[in-house]
T-cell receptor, first 114, second 114 residues
């Protein structure tokens, strides 16, 4: 019940295209859904996050769509750039539970071709 | 304001030796989380600590692993009698308080067990 499933495992997109990454969860107690970006040899960096009381959140070229009834959420990267090439992780947590430990998806390696 | 600091960045140990990983949280942060990332996998929660207290260690292996966050000094993740399967990247994250959303990750310590 604690799992977060992420797809696809890898993604190749042309510069200017849209990258779409999907995640699904089981535990309805999750109430915080962040996305992290990780470059090789670096730690994950928070990209954007959403709470279940909204269905969409946009920050620049990055948009999270959230479907509470389907227990799914997705990341859309608009106008993808070569600098977006990285591994993206979705995650989920229960903020009100002790400690807000993050449960991560398996990651999606995105390659943006120039 | 310096970010989360981890050292060493790379650590090589032979089987049976001890590994000590250090994490200094961001200034003003009193909550520390440790995660482990196996090659080609997502991050897995290990332990959540506040100053001088272990709050949640549900992700820690039962044997050989321990963690502390003393009143003064960095948080330490200790792995005794390392085995090859311990080879991974270990990430520390910090937050200013427990019941909040954003966790800030350090650059990680990459442990290689020969």
């Amino acid at each position: 019940q604690q799992q977060v499933k992420q797809s696809p495992q890898s993604l190749i997109v042309q510069k200017g295209g849209i990258s779409i990454i999907n995640c699904a969860y089981e535990n309805t107690a999750f109430d915080y859904f962040p996305w992290y970006q990780q470059f090789p040899g670096k730690g994950p960096a928070l990209l954007i996050a959403i709470r279940p009381d909204v269905s969409e959140k946009k920050e620049g070229r990055f948009t999270i769509s959230f479907n509470k009834s389907a227990k799914q959420f997705s990341l859309h990267i608009m106008d993808s750039q070569p600098g977006d090439s990285a591994t993206y992780f979705c995650a989920a947590s229960m903020i009100k539970a002790a400690g807000n430990k993050l449960t991560f998806g398996g990651g999606t390696r995105v390659l943006v071709k120039p | 304001n310096a970010g989360v600091m981890q050292n060493p960045r790379h650590l090589v140990r032979r089987r049976g030796q001890e590994a000590r990983l250090r994490c200094s949280p961001m200034k003003g942060h009193s909550h520390v989380y440790w995660y482990r990332q196996l090659p080609e996998e997502g991050l897995k929660f290990m332990v959540y600590l506040q100053k001088e207290n272990i709050i949640d260690e549900s992700g820690m292996p039962k044997e050989r692993f321990s963690a502390e966050f003393p009143k003064e000094g960095p948080s330490i993740l200790r792995i005794q009698q390392v085995v090859r399967g311990d080879s991974a990247a270990y990430f520390c994250a910090s937050s200013p308080q427990g019941f909040t959303d954003t966790q800030y990750f350090g650059p990680g310590t990459r442990l290689t067990v020969l």
